[in-house]
């Protein structure tokens, strides 16, 4: 299913001033505002499909993962440079690396998504961090998370809870 | 920062495990020959707490040790769901397998953290931690490298930690490193063939 851009949800807005995102992927509150400007042209222009949205189940104030698939069916590029969500205090994008037997993880400050291509997050690569939960994240319960774009918009995701 | 050596001396002996059995290669990398686990207990402690798993009790069990930290999202995880695949792949097998996660953050993970987080992957699932002072020795007698990146007075820090589940035998003796991303069913493969 193609989730076209659209309006900012009502709780990321309100949410977003509360946000303040650690590790170099940091919500800029006037961009969460520009993106309730109703603007079709961007609209019609970039064409975002977020798609197989999941995250791991975890207790409140502890740490989670969300994975998914975005793929950019559009003819311009476009960036994620920020993340939203109700669910946590903080969110990024990370990628997690080996290097000589031993795990890192680092945030990506921004996440690009050239035209036509898919991008994946998934375990052992990149993945969006959710850190000090809010609430806990039961099996079977969903996670709004907002990725804040370059072009202005803001792509709505909803993340299914489940054990891998 | 100290190199991985152990690490290394293993990745050397991969083509070695791998001529040895060359007609079905193992998914984990074998050490061979295998060497006597490092201890695993705080050091100067004369009495462990019953609670805290040490490896020198386990003699008996093949035990798969894992070095993590209960806020990592996204490999911590990923090993222990291997982990839990593996353990539902073995069956009756599974008699005689320990499966222990050992948190390497002091700051932020009690012993009690460490279970309860491995339990929530497989209620068979044990966890430890270490303090500060005692977790230095273990990572010394490892041959591994775990400390915090960012700053571990702020909530978000990370901690770079082991990438391979290690796995002793039932004579003490470190015989494979399973490296993050193994399935479960190939995880299982391995261990039957190891006993
Ligand atoms: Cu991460």
Same mark, same amino acid.
């Given at each position: 299913?193609?989730?076209?851009?659209?309006?900012?949800?009502?709780?990321?807005?309100?949410?977003?001033?509360?946000?303040?995102?650690?590790?170099?992927?940091?919500?800029?509150?006037?961009?969460?505002?520009?993106?309730?400007?109703?603007?079709?042209?961007?609209?019609?222009?970039?064409?975002?499909?977020?798609?197989?949205?999941?995250?791991?189940?975890?207790?409140?104030?502890?740490?989670?993962?969300?994975?998914?698939? @975005?793929?950019?069916?559009?003819?311009?590029?476009?960036? *994620? *440079?920020?993340?939203?969500?109700?669910?946590?205090?903080?969110?990024?994008?990370?990628?997690?690396?080996?290097?000589?037997?031993?795990?890192?993880?680092?945030? @990506?400050?921004?996440?690009?998504?050239?035209?036509?291509?898919?991008?994946?997050?998934?375990?052992?690569?990149?993945?969006?961090?959710? @850190?000090?939960?809010?609430?806990?994240?039961?099996?079977?319960?969903?996670?709004?998370?907002?990725?804040?774009?370059?072009?202005?918009?803001?792509?709505?995701?909803?993340?299914?809870?489940?054990?891998? | 920062?100290?190199?991985?050596r152990l690490v290394?001396l293993l990745l050397?002996s991969?083509?070695?495990g +791998?001529?040895?059995?060359?007609?079905?290669?193992?998914?984990g990398i074998v050490l061979d020959p295998p060497a006597p686990a490092p201890p695993l207990?705080?050091?100067?402690?004369?009495?462990?707490?019953?609670?805290?798993?040490?490896l020198? &009790?386990a003699r /008996?069990?093949t035990v798969l040790v894992y070095f993590?930290?209960?806020?990592?999202?996204?490999?911590?995880?990923?090993?222990?769901?291997?982990?839990?695949?593996?353990?539902?792949? +073995?069956? %009756? $097998?599974?008699? /005689?397998?320990?499966?222990v996660?050992?948190?390497?953050?002091?700051?932020? $993970?009690?012993? %009690?953290?460490? &279970?309860?987080?491995?339990?929530?992957?497989?209620?068979?699932?044990?966890?430890?931690?270490?303090?500060?002072?005692?977790?230095?020795?273990? +990572?010394?007698d490892w041959s591994i490298? %775990?400390?915090?990146? =960012?700053?571990?007075?702020?909530? $978000?820090?990370?901690?770079?930690?082991p990438?391979h589940s290690f796995v002793v035998d039932a004579e003490g003796r470190l015989r494979l490193m399973i490296?993050? /991303?193994?399935? =479960?069913?190939?995880?299982?493969?391995d261990?039957?063939?190891l006993?």
């Open positions: 299913m193609v989730i076209r851009l659209r309006k900012i949800f009502a709780v990321f807005a309100s949410g977003v001033a509360a946000l303040a995102c650690g590790g170099g992927a940091d919500v800029d509150p006037s961009r969460g505002a520009r993106a309730t400007d109703d603007d079709p042209t961007v609209a019609a222009a970039v064409t975002l499909e977020a798609r197989e949205a999941w995250a791991r189940p975890a207790d409140s104030g502890a740490t989670s993962a969300a994975y998914l698939v @975005l793929a950019n069916r559009g003819t311009t590029a476009d960036t *994620v *440079v920020g993340l939203v969500t109700e669910a946590a205090e903080s969110a990024a994008v990370h990628q997690t690396m080996q290097r000589e037997g031993t795990m890192h993880m680092s945030a @990506l400050p921004v996440l690009p998504l050239p035209a036509g291509a898919e991008v994946s997050l998934a375990p052992l690569g990149t993945h969006v961090m959710l @850190l000090r939960l809010r609430r806990a994240l039961r099996a079977g319960d969903t996670v709004a998370i907002g990725l804040l774009l370059a072009s202005g918009d803001t792509l709505p995701v909803s993340a299914v809870i489940r054990a891998p | 920062m100290r190199p991985p290394s050397a991969i083509g070695l +791998l001529s040895a059995c060359a007609e079905r290669p193992w998914h207990a705080a050091a100067g402690v004369a009495e462990e707490p019953a609670s805290r798993f040490t020198a &009790a /008996g069990s993590g930290y209960t806020h990592c999202p996204d490999v911590c995880p990923t090993t222990l769901a291997d982990w839990a695949r593996a353990r539902r792949a +073995l069956g %009756a $097998d599974t008699l /005689g397998v320990r499966w996660f050992v948190s390497v953050d002091p700051t932020r $993970d009690t012993p %009690a953290d460490a &279970a309860a987080y491995a339990r929530q992957f497989h209620p068979t699932f044990e966890g430890t931690a270490f303090t500060d002072a005692e977790l230095a020795p273990v +990572l010394r490298a %775990a400390y915090p990146e =960012g700053d571990p007075r702020t909530p $978000d820090y990370t901690v770079a930690h990438a490296p993050p /991303g193994v399935h =479960g069913d190939s995880i299982a493969e261990l039957r063939r006993r």
